[in-house]
């Protein structure tokens, strides 16, 4: 009888049906990235024989290394002092068996993307991994188990047809105690000659993402005891329509720019429609159009944003199990929303949500970006980004540093069969031609019907935003829903204190980025309902409100900013076109613009002076021309009348160049390519996603932390409590005002003022830098 292996011991399972199980799912993960395999194949001149070939062997051998006695002492309850990794310990036999026919060699040097896969699958690939397992003793069990087990992988393949298998050798066996030796320089060490780090960078990145994200898939759903588990979205244009229709009151069918989207499934488009007119629906029609194993990754600017997008594509494709929700506080969200989940079930759902496991996800546009500088699962979240519908919303948002990485990405992913829908209300005819660079071929949806739609009577003064205190508790009194949007903290506060007197608590509120997570959402939850209070209603926000919510005002008191921000603003009152029925005698909202303070001048878009003044000049112009009476057109002509090169300035396109550049400066000066990123990384380097004068931190108050001992919380690893009442802050600030750090992790504690109506207090000089 021979030596039973476990694999897993709550509940038993041996190796073998582990094996099985994860063999089982390795055929459905071979058809649905099909596609990828075949491009992977004629991108690098590679038989899809010999990839599918070797993927089977890193799933059928990924756990071998759990066949030693020191694994099966461990699992069985007897005490061992040896250091041990199942992961490390696969190395050798791993090695013995594909040491004479690398899948690759660059410049003589050969490429092991099974093993690398393998001995990750537990841990980040880095240089350092497995450094402290320096002469770690491997012992396997008795030889006549290694032999059935390799002759049982031999039949499996058999039994799958895998084509052009030949028969591993069943006598081999290992017995070394220099494993971390074998990967270190037979493998790991490799990946520091030049042939791998400078050239053929993206046959070494991907050949790694296909090999470790298809061990994940078939390990993840063989360990869930799934049987069954949907890759990609079942919902036609048909069955979406149908829900759309029920779920609308007085629906008279789809807009022109909506069918014609449904039909361009095949197709890059690019959606330009005002704000509030239904691109949600118009690209998810694209995306489900001629779907073929296809993940729907729908990515937002901000959390705010995605959280309530995640509610209503979760409507339109079925809920929790078919939508994921993925940004930095996204499991906090989840764990209110999803209730119903057993504590099992939900580590799971995030680990599904983080890493674009499901057949939707919507996500902030981060989530992509870091994917590719290699963070966190990044090979899970770029495997799902190829062969992928791909809707980037309010692409106009971003600086130009943001959307020159989004340039590079789209460049990497578009060989993949990805398709794209960028979508914008507001995106220049300057950027878009950036965009035709790296898609020559999108097709424009657009819709003149909406040109002579006027939602706003627009009054541009020379007045700041102060002068009109009295006019917006005016307005309050009239029972209008009124917005506030400023350019600054410290603005929006002071036009809070000024009307706080006279209107009740109830029924004004502040909201900006320097309140805790716990008190954002309610706030941002008051927002979205506030056409049902009665009465009026006062709103002062900053920036934070422009692409966020599905917010529908009466009037809007704004600062100016930059045309494509101010439509933004515009885009939050009147929105549906209904406030005739809301306020008698009221066809339109009304908007004043004021001047922008001198601070948000100098400070907030001062690498934008010229957009700046040039936005101000042509609403002034056009707005005395045409009585407050501008159109959809009219403020889409402004854009390119605003939106020059000479305006957008040098150093625009210069940053622009440096965020297309950075990815591949990482990836060779930095992760040879397919290393994981580390935190310390991300810190010396200072990387981020957006250009940005200054880090921001996660922190929490210190009256926060004292009433509910965060240092205890952490050490119990309860980081949902903690992550309510989180807040970022310019890494300074903690510096400033930071006591210390929750148990030395990156959190800081700040001795500062806090409530939950105007959030976190600031000294006069911190207010202008913020």
């Known amino acids: 009888m ?37 491009k992977m194949s004629g991108l690098y001149d590679i038989s899809s024989e010999i990839l599918i070939q070797r993927l089977f062997i890193t799933v059928a051998f990924h756990d071998i290394g759990k066949a030693t006695l020191e694994f099966q002492n461990k699992i069985n309850g007897n005490e061992t002092n040896v250091l041990q990794s199942h992961a490390l310990s696969s190395v050798p036999l791993l090695f013995e068996l594909l040491k004479d026919s690398p899948i690759l060699k660059f410049e003589g040097v050969p490429f092991y993307p099974e093993i690398l896969a393998v001995a990750s699958h537990h841990s980040r690939l880095s240089k350092k991994l497995f450094e402290h397992f320096n002469n770690n003793i491997i012992q396997f069990v008795e030889k006549q188990y290694i032999s059935s087990f390799i002759n049982h992988i031999n039949d499996l393949a058999k039994q ?15 017995n070394t105690n220099e494993p971390f030796e074998i990967f270190k320089y037979d493998v790991l060490l490799n990946l520091e000659e030049d042939g791998y780090r400078y050239a053929n960078a993206d046959k070494i990145r991907d050949i790694f993402i296909l090999f470790k994200a298809t061990l994940h898939y078939c390990d993840w759903l063989a360990s869930s005891r799934k049987t069954n588990f949907d890759f990609s979205t079942k919902e036609t244009v048909d ?41 949600t629906e118009a690209s998810a029609f694209w995306a489900v159009n001629s779907n073929q194993n296809q993940k729907i990754l729908y990515l937002l600017p901000t959390m705010v944003t995605t959280n309530k997008m995640w509610e209503r594509i979760r409507f339109l494709f079925g809920g929790d199990d078919n939508v994921g929700l993925s940004h930095s506080t996204a499991q906090y969200i989840l764990k209110d929303k999803c209730a119903e989940f057993e504590s099992e079930s939900l580590r799971q759902h995030f680990l599904y949500n983080r890493t674009f496991f499901k057949p939707v996800s919507v996500a902030t546009v981060d989530q992509l970006i870091y994917s590719f500088f290699n963070w966190g699962y990044w090979t899970l979240t770029n495997l799902a980004s190829y062969n992928a519908k791909i809707i980037i919303d309010e692409i106009h948002i971003y600086d130009a540093y943001t959307f020159g990485i989004l340039l590079e990405i789209i460049h990497n992913i578009t060989p993949y069969n990805s398709k794209f829908a960028v979508m914008s209300a507001s995106l220049p005819n300057i950027l878009v031609q950036e965009l035709k660079k790296i898609i020559p071929d999108f097709e424009m949806i657009s819709d003149s019907n909406f040109n ?90 900053t920036q934070i409100v422009e692409v966020s919510l599905d917010l529908d ?22 929105r549906k076109c209904e406030i005739s029925k809301r306020i008698d005698k009221m066809n339109y909202a009304k908007v004043v613009v004021a001047k922008e303070s001198i601070v948000s001048h100098n400070y907030v878009y001062n690498k934008l002076e010229k957009i700046l003044d040039n936005s101000y000049i042509q609403l002034r112009d056009r707005s005395n021309q045409k009585n407050g009476n501008l159109t959809e057109l009219d403020f889409k002509e402004i854009v390119e009348v605003v939106y020059t090169k000479e305006n957008l300035g040098e150093e625009y396109y210069h940053t622009l160049s440096e965020g297309k550049s950075l990815i591949r400066t990482l990836w060779n000066d930095y992760l040879n390519k397919i290393y994981t990123l580390s935190v310390e990384e991300v810190k010396l380097q200072s990387i981020s996603s957006r250009q940005i004068s200054y880090i921001k931190v996660e922190s929490v108050l210190l009256e926060h932390f004292e009433r509910f001992n965060f240092d205890e919380v952490v050490e119990k690893g309860n980081y949902d409590l903690l992550r309510k009442y989180t807040i970022k802050v310019p890494l300074y600030i903690a510096k400033k005002y930071g006591t210390r750090r929750i148990n030395n992790s990156d959190v800081y504690i700040l001795d500062m003022k806090y409530d939950e109506f105007k959030g976190l207090s600031l000294e006069p000089n911190d207010q202008i830098i913020m």
């Open 239 to 279: 069955s979406l329509y149908e829900k759309i229709k029920q779920n609308k009151q007085n629906f008279k069918g789809l807009y022109p720019f909506q069918q014609k989207s449904a039909v361009k499934g095949n197709n890059h488009i690019l959606v330009q429609i005002p704000t509030g007119q239904g691109k």
């Open 452 to 541: 002579n739609i006027q939602r706003h009577k627009i009054e541009v003064s020379n007045n700041y935003i102060e002068f009109f205190t009295n006019n917006i508790k005016n307005d309050y009194f009239l029972n209008r829903k009124v917005l506030v949007v400023c350019n600054t903290i410290k603005k929006a506060r002071e036009i809070y204190d000024e009307i706080i007197d006279e209107i009740p608590l109830d029924k004004v509120m502040l909201y900006h980025s320097q309140f805790i997570l716990i008190d954002k959402v309610k706030k941002e939850n008051n927002l979205e309902n506030i056409q049902k209070l009665k009465g009026g209603f006062v709103a002062i926000c």
């Open 2 to 38: 021979l030596f039973e292996v476990l694999a897993k011991s709550n509940p038993k399972q041996t190796l073998l049906e582990h094996t099985d199980d994860c063999i089982k799912w390795f055929s459905k993960v071979l058809l649905w990235n099909k596609e990828v395999i075949s």
């Open 553 to 574: 005002f009466d009037v809007l008191y704004t600062e100016n900013a930059p045309i494509d921000a101010i439509i933004q603003r515009l885009g939050r009152v009147n």
């Open 160 to 174: 799958l047809n895998i084509v052009g298998w030949k028969d591993l050798n069943t006598s081999i066996y290992i």
